[in-house]
T-cell receptor
C-alpha cells in the first residue's frame, strides 16, 4: 500500500542555516506529492506540491523535487528563519481524495 | 483558500463519555474529511463525508464509534463515542476545494481521555 517515510525530528537549526527534511514514499501508481506545514496553534497549510516526476514545487523559499528514481521528495531551504519554526508533513495522494502523511518533523530555528 | 473553524481546540474527557467535534467552513464544499493523529504517528483518514449521503469509513473505523453528520455543504461533526484512553489524539477536519485540487485543514482538536 501507499506510505510516506519522513525524517524524524526534532530538528534544531540556527537562523540562516540550510535545511533538509528527507521524505521517501511508496506508491502503487503515480502519486502527487505534498509538503504541509503546521505552525503552532494552527491547522495544516499546504506549503508546496508536485504532481509528476521531476517537477519542483516551491514556496516561501522552500523547494522539493519529485524524484521518481529514488522515490523521494526532500524539502530544502537555503536559509531558515525563526518564523519557519513549525511541524512539516510530507504527504502523497494518488486519487486526489485520500492522503497518506508522514509522521511530521518538528523544526525549531533559534536566533 | 477555504477557512475552517474547528472546535473545540482541546478537551479532556472521562472514559466512557462522548465528544462531538465541529467543523465549519466559510464556503460550500462537496467533500469533507476527518483525520486522526495519534501521538507520534502520522495522520490517518477516518472517513469521508459528503453532503446528503452516508459517510464512507476507512478500514478500522466504524460508524458506531465515530458517527459523522454532514447536514449541509459548510458544516460537519465527528463524534468520538464511548471514549477510552486509546482515543487520545488530535482530530482534524479537511476540505477539498471544489475549484481545484487544494486541501485545507482545520486547526485540530487535541483530545485527552482520562
Amino acid at each position: 500500500g501507499d506510505s510516506v517515510t519522513q525524517m524524524e525530528g526534532p530538528v534544531t537549526l540556527s537562523e540562516e542555516a540550510f535545511l533538509t527534511i528527507n521524505c521517501t514514499y511508496t506508491a502503487t501508481g503515480y502519486p502527487s506529492l505534498f509538503w504541509y506545514v503546521q505552525y503552532p496553534g494552527e491547522g495544516l497549510q499546504l506549503l508546496l506540491k508536485a504532481t509528476k516526476a521531476d517537477d519542483k514545487g516551491s514556496n516561501k523559499g522552500f523547494e522539493a523535487t519529485y524524484r521518481k528514481e529514488t522515490t523521494s521528495f526532500h524539502l530544502e531551504k537555503g536559509s531558515v528563519q525563526v518564523s519557519d519554526s513549525a511541524v512539516y508533513f510530507c504527504a502523497l495522494s494518488e486519487s486526489g481524495n485520500q492522503f497518506y502523511f508522514g509522521t511530521g518533523t518538528s523544526l525549531t530555528v533559534i536566533p | 483558500s477555504a477557512v475552517i473553524s474547528q472546535k473545540p481546540s482541546r478537551d479532556i474527557c472521562q472514559r466512557g463519555t462522548s465528544l462531538t467535534i465541529q467543523c465549519q467552513v466559510d464556503s460550500q464544499v462537496t467533500m469533507m474529511f476527518w483525520y486522526r493523529q495519534q501521538p507520534g504517528q502520522s495522520l490517518t483518514l477516518i472517513a469521508t463525508a459528503n453532503q446528503g449521503s452516508e459517510a464512507t469509513y476507512e478500514s478500522g473505523f466504524v460508524i458506531d464509534k465515530f458517527p459523522i453528520s454532514r447536514p449541509n455543504l459548510t458544516f460537519s461533526t465527528l463524534t468520538v463515542s464511548n471514549m477510552s484512553p486509546e482515543d487520545s489524539s488530535i482530530y482534524l477536519c479537511s476540505v477539498k476545494r471544489d475549484s481545484g485540487d487544494g486541501y485545507t485543514f482545520g486547526s485540530g482538536t487535541r483530545l485527552t481521555v482520562v
